[in-house]
């Protein structure tokens, strides 16, 4: 045993033949004494682990809280608090942690961990999977240390000392390409007539996101003034529980921000196409009877309530397969709304920005500048200008295909 001066702890060596760092920092509320341990394999490691946290002290860096291990904190953050994160996004969070790195070091005590060793496992998981879903798990852990250094765990955040991932030309993206103008007049074409005919009208019409749309209720749409409020989103959740059960209901919440809380403006053609829905919808009610759910909304099940979104991606991916109609995602009706403005007047990328209910311009022209080929605009002027005589040497819209890679492949999926 080596003991130093009083108040400096001491260095013990344990049956085991592993050596104890003893560190007093302090005392509990019952006067007894606080220590800081630390357990090393050799006496040398241990007398450098003692000067270490005898210097931490000294500096008022010490770490004195519950020694706690990176899941447990985790675990406890993502499934138990109330830190203003939405369940969906906290259990996403505790998803990819428990995936790809509680196995690695869910058992290393929380304020252990260091940015060394998150790089080299960042670097490793990017071998096998997409820039995307590697900064998916950088953020889940920011999100935990962030928690970890406000409750006073930890002194700064080691996901912050570690290099973003970066999307790799071949990497795979659920993103499909927007649907060109011809395109989306070909589906709006088809679905006249069809159960898909409103739902398709008002998404691409709009830009509205998919739980907007689900979310839309009558008394949301003013048939006078022509517009409609954006006030609520519909999604299904499936959320871990403590006990490591799973429940899963379809939720009503708020816009994605505050920003998304917005109104639009609606279209005479696609008012009178929400008309008839509406008329369809009484018959529905009179056919259900007394088993109707009437709670208001636009797009309802078979007994009026809210449409569950994977059950309508079904209904809406079949549709797609037997009109032999390309398909992608609904979320990508947001991007051919936003892409088809864009590339036809760059000039309306605000208005643009205001319907898709961004919180700035700069978010809609990451997302969406490069594949609407807007710098086709800028050229075929500039030519004009070069060569008067020669008139318009090239048309505004060059067909050429689009680049997937160019619809921001970091961002959340749901701006």
């Not at 409103?198 to 008394?219: H, I, Q, Y």
């Not at 160019?406 to 959340?412: H, Q, T, V, W, Y």
Request: proline residues 5%; aromatic residues 6%.
């Amino acid at each position: 045993m080596t003991r130093g001066p009083k108040g400096n702890g001491s260095v013990l060596q344990l049956r085991s033949g592993k050596w104890l760092v003893k560190i007093p920092v302090g005392k509990y509320a019952n006067g007894s004494p606080r220590y800081r341990h630390k357990t090393c394999a050799t006496k040398a490691e241990a007398r450098r682990w003692h000067a270490s946290l005898l210097a931490q002290r000294e500096n008022q860096t010490l770490v004195v809280g519950p020694r706690q291990t990176l899941r447990q904190y985790a675990t406890e953050v993502l499934l138990n608090s109330n830190d203003h994160v939405a369940d969906r996004t906290r259990d996403g969070y505790f998803r990819q942690l428990r995936k790809h790195l509680f196995p690695v070091l869910g058992s290393r005590p929380l304020s252990e961990v260091q940015p060394q060793e998150l790089d080299r496992l960042f670097s490793q998981l990017r071998r096998s999977y997409s820039a995307s879903t590697v900064n998916n798990v950088r953020t889940a852990l920011s999100k935990v240390f962030f928690v970890a250094m406000r409750h006073e765990l930890v002194h700064f955040n080691p996901v912050a000392r570690t290099q973003k991932a970066r999307r790799g030309e071949f990497d795979k993206t659920q993103v499909r390409l927007p649907w060109t103008t011809e395109e989306m007049l070909q589906v709006l074409a088809v679905a006249k007539g069809t159960p898909m005919e409103a739902f398709l009208n008002v998404s691409l019409g709009t830009g509205m996101r998919r739980g907007e749309v689900l979310g839309l209720k009558w008394n949301d749409i003013d048939f006078e003034h022509q517009t409609v409020s954006i006030e609520r989103t519909i999604h299904r959740e499936s959320i871990l529980q403590v006990d490591g059960s799973r429940i899963s209901v379809v939720k009503v919440a708020p816009p994605k921000t505050a920003n998304s809380r917005r109104v639009g403006q609606l279209p005479r053609p696609i008012l009178d196409i929400l008309r008839r829905h509406q008329v369809e919808q009484e018959m529905a009610r009179q056919v259900a009877g007394a088993a109707w759910e009437d709670q208001g909304y636009v797009f309802t099940n078979n007994h009026g309530g809210p449409l569950d979104e994977s059950k309508f991606y079904k209904r809406y991916a079949r549709f797609l397969k037997e009109h032999q109609l390309r398909h992608i995602r609904i979320h990508d009706q947001r991007h051919t709304f936003a892409t088809i403005l864009i590339e036809e007047d760059s000039g309306q990328l605000a208005a643009v920005s205001k319907a898709l209910g961004h919180s700035s311009i700069q978010i809609t022209m990451d997302l969406y500048a490069s594949t609407a080929r807007v710098e086709t605009q800028a050229t075929s002027r500039m030519s004009e200008i070069m060569f008067p005589e020669w008139g318009q040497v090239m048309p505004i819209n060059v067909p050429g295909p689009r680049k997937v890679g160019s619809i921001a492949p970091g961002r959340r999926r749901s701006s």
